[in-house]
């Protein structure tokens, strides 16, 4: 009678000391009075006094009342779960990010953790817990690429996607790239889209043996794609701005790189009058006139922009002036046969005596003196480095062994004799460039067994480690003294200057854009 009448002080006198259900009904009732006639904060607190913690704190979560909530999920045992979760919920709704992430804490849910911060964006704390709980890698990496994408930072998606093991999407992201570079005539970026393809295919082929040939296939295609591009780059800038960076005779050499690749195909972007006309101008400006004769004739069959007709059409007339010779410094020699090479191969950048491809350092794109040379059968990619750091520790132990003390009156000497020069003749490498038909149709390539590599020092082998399931290859420089690099996550090599320059420049690798700090 006294709670229908709302007399609950009379109520609680009657009641007394009696039954603690009655009191809990009391203040529930009580409760309820009060939120019907709106006073929530009276009404709350009763159903907290009363342990009716899910009504008291959809009150107080509906009202925003943040920092009451917070002291009710801190109050609450860690075993009534229904509560906290609810208390987590809607401070969450109220974006106290920190507090809801204190209350899951409490609870031990860690995937509610998880979820918590991916859509709090808050991407460390995501990170950091993925380290604990490698399960939810995929519920942080996906939304998070998607999340880099819609806010265009393609790239940082495309890894995240790559470590959800998501391959195909990682893919996508990157062919989008590669589309949206060349369309943009962003041919450098196009170039860099592509070794990232290149490499992301590599991955997919290491781990996936039922796709591996294809994917090899890929990134092979994808690797000539990305230098291709690369080289495109410098063409473009010469032919389109007024301005270069670039010497006279890196430019021809990019050209005369870049004309013998488009001999098979030509990809979406790369013009064939851009190349013909930087090659034709540097070649007249160097000396190369009948190779400048040969861009300026292959010119007049193509359609030509109108900002080049004048000069190309000048360009023709003037170099019929010139001796239809091409100036010997120009033309590149072949480190294998020591063959003198037309700046022309129409069957590709190789030579034409030997067939062996021609090594190009990736900046000023001269020929290196390196040959490749391929392991004979039986021996693999360890027992061939063990082989040549093997051989290279006794040579320096061989010269070291040259310093002899002895003893003349009272004094001790060390006296250095000169070791024996090595007779080039018997150098077993040396042997082995000979390996070639003499203007045979197909290449024969360097093919080197133990006793080879035994004979062989570490300074003059380059190394390309590729990953697994690629095989590693292997160049042995012919002049020790020209200065090499290899860039050692694009496999590129580099003349040592033109390396350190580029990388001064940018603080980075021109081609693959490694880091110097990585």
Sequence with gaps: MYTDLRMFEFAKEFVGSGDMSDKKMLITKQADWAKNINEPKAAAEMYISAGEYLKAIEIIGDHGWADMLIDVARKLDKADREALALCAEFLKRLEQYAYAAETYTKMGDSKALVQLHVESRHWDEAFALTEKHPEFKNDVFIPYAQWLAENDRFEEAQQAFHKAGLQDEAVKVLEQLTHNAVCENRFNDAGYYFWKLSMQCLDIARENEEKREEMLKKFHAFQRNAEMYYVYHSVQRYTDEPFTSHLPEALFNMSRYLLHTLMSDTPPGISKVSTLYALAKQSKHLGAYKFARYAYDKLQALQIPSKFQES???????????????????????????????????????????????????????????????????????????????????????????????????????????????????????????????????????????????????????????????????????????????????????????????????????????????
């Design 312 to 518: 190309i059409d000048l360009g023709s007339v003037t170099i019929r002036s010139k001796p239809f010779v091409d100036s010997e410094e120009m033309l590149p020699m072949c480190y294998r046969c020591s063959t003198t090479n037309q700046l022309l191969n129409n069957q590709g950048n190789h030579c034409i005596n030997c067939r062996q491809p021609f090594v190009h350092s990736f900046v000023s794109f001269e020929v290196l003196p390196l040959v490749e040379f391929l392991l004979e059968d039986g021996i693999d990619d360890e027992e061939a480095v063990q082989l040549i750091d093997a051989a290279s520790f006794r040579k320096r132990k061989k010269n070291e062994s040259s310093w002899q003390e002895g003893q003349m009156g009272n004094a001790q000497t060390l006296r250095l004799d000169d070791p024996p020069a090595d007779d080039e003749d018997e150098d077993p490498f040396t042997q082995k460039l000979l390996s070639f038909e003499q203007g045979g149709s197909e290449f024969i390539p360097v093919v080197v067994n133990r006793s080879v590599l035994q004979s062989m020092s570490r300074s003059e082998v380059i190394v390309l480690k590729w990953p697994k399931p690629l095989r590693y290859q292997y160049f042995r420089t012919i002049m020790p003294d020209v200065s090499i690099v290899k860039c050692p996550s694009c496999n590129k090599m580099f003349h040592t200057d033109d390396y350190e320059i580029a990388v001064l420049q940018k603080g980075q690798c021109p081609f693959c854009r490694r880091s110097t700090d990585e």
